[in-house]
Nanobody
């Protein structure tokens, strides 16, 4: 099981930027990685993902504002968030897709980092 630690969240004014980081305890070279958000009272939702080869996917709400990237040498995935809106307020979680599913599941999750955007 890979441990994931997110950081970079905080309090930011609407229109501002943040960069979230997710550091893995082991190599992520061959793993797809993703970012998910969970607002209070809502289910966890997909935000962005990046494959091992660098292909990216975004939910419509963040296209053109958020950028996911990875640095395999640092076992790290980033989410650069620009033009932040109050509706982006949520806890943001990093997810690693395991190469093989096991009895404990197919994914590893971080503990989350809080992003709060005020107007």
């Amino acid at each position: 099981q890979v441990q994931l630690v997110e950081s970079g969240g905080g309090l930011v004014q609407a229109g501002g930027s943040l960069r979230l980081s997710c550091v893995a305890s082991g190599s992520i070279n061959h793993n797809a990685m993703g970012w998910y958000s969970q607002a209070p009272g809502k289910q966890r939702e997909f935000v962005a993902s990046i494959t091992s080869s660098g292909s990216t996917t975004y939910t419509d709400a963040v296209k053109g504002r958020f950028t996911i990237s990875r640095d395999n040498a640092k076992n790290t995935v980033y989410l650069h968030m620009d033009s932040l809106k109050p509706e982006d307020t949520a806890v943001y979680y990093c997810r690693l897709s395991r190469l093989y599913c096991s009895a404990t599941g197919c994914y590893d999750w971080g503990q989350g980092t809080q992003v709060t955007v005020f107007s």
